[in-house]
T-cell receptor, first 117, second 116 residues
């Protein structure tokens, strides 16, 4: 059974600092997603990572994937208050596809990030 | 529409009542998913449709939960004889599917169900 673990679960940062959120998963998968959720809101897609060594960046956020270690990281550079939210990684439970869309996602518990002035 | 919509946004039910939650996916999206999110937790998979076919219902917690998508578009999640442990946010997501390896699930705003 696929299990996804995130750490830390809570993160309080000062503006301008850097930090990394880690996502480990227990079985092979060919897709990993990062989502952001603001309080009382739904999930917003940030990144889709498909292959070993994949790196994607958007603004102050950068995500990477190491499929051999079954590890993804979300790195925050020079944090600003607007980044305060809960960040989830999610792993697609389907494997062995040659094509086709996403299927069942297994989510981590989320990392609640607070960026303080 | 522009995004996934869900209704109602909030639902309060007395224990034992039946409820029906609606999801309108993004137009043209083939796949539709239901997730349950308890307070302070990540979403948990309930069920998945491709067009009108329910391909995976392994996450439905009991036979009180039933989902349908009869015409391959709008979906309804029904919970019979609600219990307090059913209180959660129910999220619907849709995706385009097809041959896109970067297929992303787009989430709706959710229905917050409170069972008294």
């Amino acid at each position: 059974e696929l299990k996804v673990e995130q750490n830390p679960l809570f993160l309080s940062m000062q503006e301008g600092k850097n930090y990394t959120i880690y996502c480990n998963y227990s079985t092979t998968s060919d897709r990993l997603y990062w989502y952001r959720q603001d309080p009382g809101k739904s999930l917003e897609s940030l990144f889709v990572l498909l292959s070993n060594g994949a790196v994607k960046q958007e603004g102050r956020l950068m995500a990477s994937l190491d499929t051999k270690a079954r590890l993804s990281t979300l790195h925050i550079t020079a944090a600003v208050h607007d980044l305060s939210a809960t960040y989830f990684c999610a792993v697609d439970a389907a494997t062995g596809r040659t094509q086709g869309g996403s299927e069942k996602l297994v989510f981590g518990k989320g990392t609640k990030l607070t960026v303080n002035p | 529409g522009a995004g996934v919509s869900q209704s109602p946004r909030y639902k309060v039910a007395k224990r034992g009542q039946d409820v029906a939650l609606r999801c309108d996916p993004i137009s043209g999206h083939v796949s539709l998913f239901w997730y349950q999110q308890a307070l302070g937790q990540g979403p948990e998979f309930l069920t998945y449709f491709q067009n009108e076919a329910q391909l995976d219902k392994s996450g439905l917690p009991s036979d009180r939960f039933f989902a349908e998508r009869p015409e391959g578009s709008v979906s309804t999640l029904k919970i019979q004889r609600t219990q307090q442990e059913d209180s959660a946010v129910y999220l619907c997501a849709s995706s385009l599917w097809g041959v896109l390896s970067t297929d992303t699930q787009y989430f709706g705003p959710g229905t917050r169900l409170t069972v008294l």
